[in-house]
C-alpha cells in the first residue's frame, strides 16, 4: 500500500497554488495609482497649455516666409509640439481610463475639437484659410497650414 503524501502532492493541486500565488500579486497601490493619475493629469493640463499657446509674432513671421514662397499651398505656418503620453498598444493612456489615439487626444486634452482651436487662427487673418494636420513620431504635433 502507498503512503500518504497529502493533498500537496498531486499535480492539480501544485498548480492552484501556483495560480493563486501569482493572481496575489499586488499590480499596483492606491499611492502609485493615484501617482500614476496625477501624472497623466498634470502631462494633460501641460498639453492643452502648450497647445493654446499663441505668439502672435511666430505666427506674422511664418506668414511673411509663406508670402516670400508666393503663397505656396497648404504651407505650415505654425506648430505646436505636446508631450508624448505612455501608449498602450498604439493608444494614449488618459486620466479618465480612456485610451485614445492621437485625433481624439488633442481634443481630449484641450477640452474641445482640433477644429475650435483652428478657428481660433481663422479669426486673426482674413482672406486666408487654415487647416491642420497631426504628426505623430517622434512626439505628437499639431501643424497649422495656410491657404489662400
Not at 487654415?130 to 499639431?142: A, G, K, Y
Request: charge should be negative.
Amino acid at each position: 500500500m502507498s503512503e500518504n503524501t497529502g493533498i500537496t502532492s498531486i499535480p492539480a493541486f501544485q498548480s492552484m497554488l501556483s495560480t493563486m500565488n501569482s493572481v496575489s500579486t499586488v499590480l499596483i497601490s492606491l499611492n502609485d495609482l493615484a501617482t500614476s493619475n496625477a501624472a497623466l493629469k498634470a502631462t494633460e493640463a501641460a498639453n492643452k497649455k502648450s497647445l493654446e499657446l499663441f505668439d502672435s509674432s511666430i505666427l506674422m513671421n511664418n506668414l511673411h516666409q509663406w508670402a516670400g514662397t508666393g503663397f505656396q499651398a497648404s504651407y505650415v505656418v505654425y506648430q505646436l509640439q505636446v508631450v508624448t503620453p505612455v501608449k498602450t498598444t498604439s493608444l494614449y493612456n488618459c486620466s479618465d481610463g480612456t485610451p485614445r489615439n492621437v485625433w481624439d487626444y488633442i481634443p481630449f486634452c484641450l477640452g474641445y475639437p482640433i477644429t475650435t482651436l483652428v478657428a481660433n487662427f481663422q479669426n486673426k487673418v482674413e482672406g486666408m484659410t487654415f487647416t491642420f494636420s497631426l504628426e505623430e513620431v517622434p512626439t505628437i504635433v499639431l501643424k497649422i497650414h495656410v491657404s489662400k
